[in-house]
Every structure is written in C-alpha cells, then in structure tokens.
C-alpha cells in the first residue's frame, strides 16, 4: 500500500525559509509525478510544484523562482522536497504531497495525497 509521509511543516516570519519533505513507501510499479499541492483556510487547494520521474518539474505561477523542488530514490522509497525560500504570508497554508501514476495511456491517474503539514508565515 503505498504511503506518503510529510515532514513536519513550520512557522517562520517574512522572508524565512522551510524545507518539506515527502517520503513515498509501497510504490506501485508506474510512470510517476510527485508533487506538493496547499490549501488556505477557506480557500481551494492549488497546485504548488511537481517532479516527473525522468525529472522535469513544474511550478505554479506564484512561486517565482522562490521554490525548488527534488527527488531522490533509494531502493523502494522515494523522497521528494520542496525547498521554499522568501516565504510570504500568503504562502500560509496546509501544504499536501501528492503522487500520480501514468500506465502508458498518457493519462495521470491519482495514486495517493498525504494527511499533509501546516506552514504558517507571519509578518
């Protein structure tokens, strides 16, 4: 079954730094993306960044340049991180890993999401 466990989130103020990691376990043998989505409170939740297996990345438009996401595998278990740098308030939200399959039909099918981390960033 597969699992994925977020490192615990943080408070920072304006301008700090806070490193997220996502550990994958019992991966389904696919075509995979991994990524990080958020949601405020009261808000819907939005895609954040992803990585695809073969290491192409994405990133929302609000990020910036100030997010970098990575990934590295060690046998079974996949790690994924999302570094984000010049942290704003607006970037107070819970922040959600989330992992996708590709079977060969060109189609993303959900895998599975993480219970997810708080992140808060005060002025």
């Known amino acids: 079954q597969v699992q994925l466990v977020e490192s615990e989130g943080g408070s920072v103020q304006v301008g700090g730094s806070l490193r997220l990691t996502c550990a994958a376990s019992g991966l389904k043998n696919c075509r995979d993306r991994m990524g990080w989505h958020r949601q405020a409170p009261g808000k819907e939740r939005e895609f954040v960044s992803v990585?695809?297996?073969?290491?192409?990345?994405?990133?929302a438009d609000f990020v910036k340049a100030r997010f970098t996401i990575s990934q590295s595998q060690d046998n079974a278990k996949k790690t994924v991180t999302l570094q984000m740098n010049d942290l704003s308030p607006e970037d107070t939200a819970m922040y959600f890993c989330?992992?996708?399959?590709?079977?060969?039909?060109?189609?993303?099918?959900?895998?599975?999401w993480g219970k997810g981390t708080q992140v808060t960033v005060s002025s």
């Open positions: 989330r992992r996708d399959c590709e079977y060969g039909s060109a189609a993303w099918i959900l895998d599975t």
């Open positions: 990585i695809y297996s073969d290491g192409e990345m994405a990133y």
